[in-house]
């Protein structure tokens, strides 16, 4: 028995020793570099051979041609996902890289697991961290000295588009990246209590290294919002200070002075943190501050991880109850907010330590340049609008049915887990069908698309046939916030929105008016209906009495000429 001890105590010496042994390139430099992408997954690894606590899968493919890479740490080396929830482990999915130039996470998640590792730290065993160590692995190999011109380090980083020139961060509802369909997979694997995302700031200058970007607790709803807003949140703003880090809100004035109040990020589906709130996890957004040195940032964010481990240990059994009461309570729901207004008559209070901003004449142009007075660093309470009211709320249907055609939106719901069926024969099915009446498209690109918004629809009853091999989608799933904001079309991030049916707003079919001229007249005499009608939309629009091409197609367009499927959503809602 004693042999057995030594032996034991002997390998685990070695090991903790190898571990420490086992540097980084931000240590090496004394935290003025980071590591290239292939030194990065070489590190990791390394790891992965000499600590059982660590496993390294090789996930889903990126655009760049590299595979994604999921970082697996328990204390007991569990890495199977269907175990590690038997074992009731809260598990926190941490995201690096998705903008390869604020690589802070990068380095600060490779110091962590490998203090871990060495046993300077320890991991509570109700905690698994996944840690996805590059996700922009394009962006990471595009590697330079001079992007980011106004940040504070480190020599050289990434890129922030990936190799199709993507933003990553705005492209977890469209999915146009192969990076983004690999990252469904992974979240739906690893189904997160508490998500991740580490990031570095742009904007102003202020005393702050480290700023916090949460799930909106208003559009996270119900008793996850109010946790995040009361629990969560406030317990990560202690933790960290009493490390030395004050944390305030993700810096945002919305074009107006500190004294106006500081306004929470919109984080809809398209971003990381809305796409996690979709299915009701917990969601964190990391930004340290540009002009800090990038050591003090990595250490920041290597404490913060800390925090976020600690604190959803502590409340691991109200964070397991909560989710699963949402998502419970999620397939019963009828009523589903899907788009939002900041309401301005409510707020939080914040302290923040900012710098005296002032202006002066520009070297370059004479005319009147920002700048920040460091030499005058001031305190104060300022207002945090951070509530929002629902602008639409829709009530769920009994199911949608969505035309097999339509694959793209098809594939994109079979990536994130949505239960559905398809008729195995063809089906008649009383439906509600929207007509798009309005909307408006944006007039410049905008990551690949162009967005519509401000989008109106009326809706009619009807009996439709559809074919075998349709897809029939329950609305009985945990998915069904996810599929309200995703297949309703006034949703701020709707398939709609990002142009996924943009194919039904142009008319296909036409006509010669010479040639629709006695047909026109003979359909108006067999309809005196439309005839009324017509003789009223004359009486009443001068404009539209004095053009007959316009008056012809009226009569089209209420005939049965006028193809169906114009401005017809192809999206139907099964009445209930």
């Known amino acids: 028995?004693?042999?057995?001890?030594?032996?034991?105590?002997a390998v685990s010496t070695f090991l903790t020793s190898t571990a420490q042994s086992i540097t980084t390139r931000f240590e090496q430099s004394k935290g003025t570099?980071?590591?290239p992408y292939n030194e990065i997954i070489t590190w990791w690894q390394q790891l992965d051979q000499k600590s059982g606590k660590v496993k390294m899968l090789t996930m889903g493919p990126s655009d760049s041609g590299f595979p994604l890479h999921l970082v697996v740490v328990a204390s007991n080396g569990d890495s199977n996902f269907e175990n590690i929830r038997k074992n009731n482990k809260r598990v926190i999915l941490i995201n690096n890289g998705i903008h390869p130039g604020e690589p802070d996470g990068i380095d600060a998640s490779m110091l962590l697991v490998r203090d871990i590792v060495a046993n300077k730290i320890q991991l509570p065993d109700n905690i698994v961290l996944a840690i996805i160590p590059v996700y922009n692995i394009g962006g990471c190999l595009n590697r330079s000295a001079n992007y980011r011109v106004d940040q504070n380090g480190p020599e050289e980083f990434g890129f922030r588009g990936n190799s199709q020139n993507l933003d990553l961060n705005r492209d977890f509802i469209k999915c146009d990246s192969k990076e983004a369909r690999s990252f469904a997979q992974i979240f739906h694997l690893t189904d997160p209590d508490v998500f991740v995302d580490n990031h570095v700031s742009n904007g102003a200058d202020y005393q702050h290294i480290m700023t916090l970007l949460t799930s909106q607790h208003s559009k996270l709803g119900g008793i996850m919002g109010e946790y995040m807003n009361k629990t969560l949140e406030p317990g990560i703003y202690a933790s960290m200070k009493e490390k030395g880090y004050d944390l305030v809100p993700y810096v945002s004035f919305g074009g107006n002075t500190p004294e106006a109040g500081m306004t929470a990020y919109f984080d809809g589906p398209r971003y990381s943190?809305?796409?996690?709130?979709?299915?009701?996890?917990?969601?964190?957004?990391?930004?340290?501050?540009?002009l800090k040195s990038y050591d003090l940032r990595v250490r920041s964010t290597y404490e913060l991880m800390r925090s976020f481990i600690d604190l959803t240990s502590k409340n691991s059994s109200e964070i397991s109850k909560l989710r699963k009461q949402t998502k419970a309570s999620v397939k019963t729901q009828t009523d589903f907010p899907v788009s939002w207004n900041l309401d301005r008559n409510k707020s939080a209070e914040v302290t923040f330590k900012g710098f005296e901003a002032e202006r002066k004449p520009s070297n370059i142009s004479g005319q009147p340049r920002l700048f920040y007075d460091r030499?005058?660093?001031?305190?104060?309470?300022?207002?945090?609008?951070?509530?929002f009211d629902a602008r639409t709320t829709i009530k769920k249907p009994g199911a949608y049915i969505i035309p097999q055609g339509w694959w793209t939106v098809i594939d994109l719901l079979k990536i994130n887990n949505v239960q559905m069926r398809r008729?195995?024969?063809?089906?008649?099915?009383n439906v509600e069908a929207y007509r798009i009446d309005d909307y408006k498209a944006a007039p410049r690109p905008y990551e690949m698309h162009h967005?519509?918004?401000?989008?109106?629809?009326?809706?009619?009853?009807?009996?439709?046939k559809f074919r075998k091999g349709d897809y029939y989608?329950?609305?009985?799933?945990?998915?069904?916030?996810?599929?309200?904001?995703?297949?309703?079309?006034q949703a701020d991030d709707s398939y709609f929105a990002w142009n996924y049916f943009d194919g039904i707003l142009g008319q296909k079919e036409g006509f010669s008016g010479y040639a629709f001229e006695e047909i026109a007249e003979q359909f108006l005499r067999d309809n005196p209906k439309v005839k009324e009608k017509l003789d009223l939309r004359r009486s009443t629009d001068t404009a539209f009495a004095k053009n007959g091409s316009a008056q012809l197609n009226y009569i089209y367009q209420n005939s049965p000429y006028y193809e169906p499927d114009h401005l017809r959503y192809p999206v139907f809602r099964v009445i209930q």
Not at 273 to 286: D, I, K, R
Not at 423 to 429: I, R, S
Not at 473 to 489: C, D, K, S, W, Y
């Open 1 to 9: 028995m004693k042999q057995l001890f030594f032996l034991f105590f």
């Open 375 to 387: 030499t005058k660093p001031y305190e104060k309470k300022i207002k945090y609008f951070n509530y």
């Open 423 to 429: 008729f195995d024969k063809d089906t008649t099915v």
């Open 273 to 290: 943190s809305g796409y996690a709130s979709l299915w009701h996890t917990f969601a964190f957004v990391p930004e340290t501050h540009m």
């Open 473 to 489: 989608i329950p609305m009985n799933q945990e998915a069904n916030r996810f599929l309200m904001e995703v297949l309703e079309p």
């Open 33 to 35: 570099q980071s590591p």
């Open 451 to 464: 967005l519509n918004s401000d989008v109106k629809v009326s809706a009619t009853n009807r009996t439709m």
